[in-house]
């Protein structure tokens, strides 16, 4: 059976029109001086080393992949159940979409993971559905498992 997930709608009271004003009226609309200063905060937040903010998960996909170094010949394994631009930033550094089905709960199949693995697989990339994460915990398992490493 199943279940209408609600999404919250946004909030947008006058505090936050207030600051969507004041940028458009500073002239800075992207990566400007509110950027930095929101990186600096979340920076501060989270405990991390640094912070980049970008337009789109699209473009955090790309970076993501380019920094593990995909390229062609490798194999990306997503679900099917996802966002085009998921599988096109793949195709868009050189690899290769592997395709999986997705479980009960509409995120990616473990096991469906596990058949796809081949020595070309280069990134797992999962992706949440509608606010409900996936199982990392058993994601990062099943890459650990020594049997994945002797397979690949």
């Not at 992207?30 to 903010?53: Q, S, V």
């Not at 473990?110 to 990339?125: L, S």
Request: hydrophobic share 40%; with cysteine.
């Amino acid at each position: 059976m199943l279940r209408n997930i609600p999404f919250s709608p946004p909030r947008i009271d006058q505090k936050i029109i207030d600051e969507v004003v004041d940028t458009l009226k500073s002239g800075w609309i992207t990566t400007g001086p509110k950027t930095k200063l929101f990186e600096k905060r979340l920076t501060e937040y989270t405990g991390a080393k640094a912070t980049l903010c970008l337009n789109s998960a699209t473009a955090g996909l790309e970076i993501m992949l380019r920094w593990f170094g995909v390229a062609a010949g490798d194999e990306v394994i997503l679900p099917a159940y996802t966002y085009s631009a998921t599988a096109n930033v793949i195709i868009h550094c050189g690899g290769k979409p592997v395709f999986v089905d997705i479980g009960d709960d509409f995120n990616i199949s473990i096991e469906a993971i596990r058949e796809a693995i081949t020595t070309n697989t280069k990134v797992i990339m999962p992706v949440d559905f509608g606010g409900w994460p996936c199982d990392y915990d058993q994601i990062n398992s099943l890459v650990q498992e020594e049997r994945i490493y002797k397979h690949v």
